[in-house]
């Protein structure tokens, strides 16, 4: 069965509005969570890194105030998007790391549309 | 800068034949190495990973190659099933489950 649930699967929202996608470990208690980003037809793009208890460490040209990441609890990461935009429309992906040995575990993605 | 990419953007093989997708890494300072399947609409699928202290690892219908000489990586698929039609990404573990990914290969299984 899944060690990392991620909900929702898709989501559709209107441009402008913010959407929250939520990635739990089930298996595990993670300290480390990664968020990732996939365009149709492309791999997969680090977005940032969650850590629990502490503020996200983002990649380069990922926008922290557009990308709300909070992980307040060892099983639960979640990302924010804010004012979304058609542009944001993506495959948003998690995954969270087995402590014990440092296997990621992936979520099975969010769709968002934004219209 | 350092990257992890693949040579074939897309595999065509027919049902039962072997397959084999490749994957040239840059950094030679990664020490290991995972393959992921990933279907449409879904999530990557861990199949098989390596280490760096090691040339080969067998799973079920799957092997991996690592030659660290050339900085190249490979995963074949023995009699090769409609149900292995997906895209096929090798990553590189930069530390503590932080990856980043090749470019991916659609697999085609024909019949």
């Known amino acids: 069965g899944a060690v990392v649930s991620q909900h929702p699967s898709r989501v559709i929202c209107k441009s402008g509005t913010s959407v929250k996608i939520e990635c739990r470990s089930l298996d595990f208690q993670a300290t480390t969570m990664f968020w990732y980003r996939q365009f149709p037809k492309q791999s997969l793009m680090l977005m940032a890194t969650s850590n629990e208890g502490s503020k996200a460490t983002y990649e380069q040209g990922v926008e922290k105030d557009k990308f709300l990441i909070n992980h307040a609890s060892l099983t639960l990461s979640t990302l924010t998007v804010t004012s979304a935009h058609p542009e944001d429309s993506s495959f948003y992906i998690c995954?969270?790391?087995?402590?014990?040995?440092?296997?990621?575990?992936f979520g099975q993605g969010t769709r968002l549309t934004v219209v | 800068g350092e990257s992890v990419g693949l040579h074939l953007p897309t595999l065509s093989v027919q049902e039962g034949d072997n397959s084999i997708i490749n994957c040239a890494y840059s950094?030679?300072?990664?020490?290991?190495f995972i393959w992921y399947k990933q279907e449409s609409g879904k999530g990557p699928q861990f199949i098989i990973d390596?280490?760096?202290?090691?040339d080969k690892r067998q799973g079920q219908r799957v092997t991996v190659l690592l030659n660290k000489t050339v900085k190249h990586l490979s995963l074949q698929i023995a009699a090769t099933q409609p149900g292995d039609s997906a895209v096929y990404f090798c990553?590189?573990?930069?530390?503590?489950?932080?990856?980043?990914f090749g470019a991916g290969t659609q697999v085609v299984v024909t019949p």
């Open positions: 990553a590189e573990n930069s530390g503590w489950g932080k990856l980043q």
């Open positions: 995954s969270a790391r087995d402590p014990t040995d440092g296997e990621a575990f």
């Open positions: 390596i280490r760096s202290n090691m």
């Open positions: 950094n030679s300072a990664s020490d290991y």
